[in-house]
C-alpha cells in the first residue's frame, strides 16, 4: 500500500501563486508514477497532470498548461505542484494519487486532499 498526505493549500488572491506537497509512504515511491486532480464545488474530479517516476515525462491538463508544474524528489518520497498566475476557477480540492492516467479510475492510491482557494 502507499499512504498519500497532501498539504500546502490555502487561500490566494488571483494572479497569485502556491506549491502543493505530496508526501507519499509505504510502497516504493520512486518507481511510481504520480498524478494530481481537482475536485471544485459541484463538480467531478478532473486531472490536473501527471508526472512519471522518474521525472522526465509530464503531462497536464490543458486548462493548467504553462501555469502549473509537477515535480517531484524520489529522495524524500515527495512530488510538488507549482501553482502560479492562480484564477478563480481553480479554486477546489486537489488531490495527489499514483498512477499515470488521465482517467480518476487507473489511480490506485489517494491523498485526502488539500484546498485550494482562490479569491477574485
Known amino acids: 500500500q502507499m499512504q498519500l498526505v497532501e498539504s500546502g493549500g490555502g487561500l490566494v488572491q488571483a494572479g497569485g501563486s502556491l506549491r502543493l506537497s505530496c508526501a507519499a509512504s509505504?510502497?516504493?515511491?520512486?518507481?511510481?508514477?504520480m498524478g494530481w486532480f481537482r475536485q471544485a464545488p459541484g463538480k467531478e474530479r478532473e486531472f490536473v497532470g501527471a508526472?512519471?517516476?522518474?521525472?522526465?515525462?509530464?503531462n497536464y491538463a490543458d486548462s493548467v498548461k504553462g501555469r502549473f508544474t509537477i515535480s517531484r524528489d524520489n529522495a524524500k518520497n515527495t512530488v510538488y505542484l507549482q501553482m502560479n498566475s492562480l484564477k478563480a476557477e481553480d479554486t477546489a480540492v486537489y488531490y495527489c494519487?499514483?498512477?499515470?492516467?488521465?482517467?480518476?479510475?487507473?489511480?490506485?492510491?489517494w491523498g485526502q486532499g488539500t484546498q485550494v482557494t482562490v479569491s477574485s
Open positions: 508526472i512519471s517516476w522518474s521525472g522526465g515525462t509530464r
Open positions: 494519487a499514483e498512477g499515470w492516467s488521465t482517467t480518476e479510475s487507473k489511480y490506485e492510491y
Open positions: 509505504g510502497r516504493t515511491f520512486r518507481n511510481r508514477a
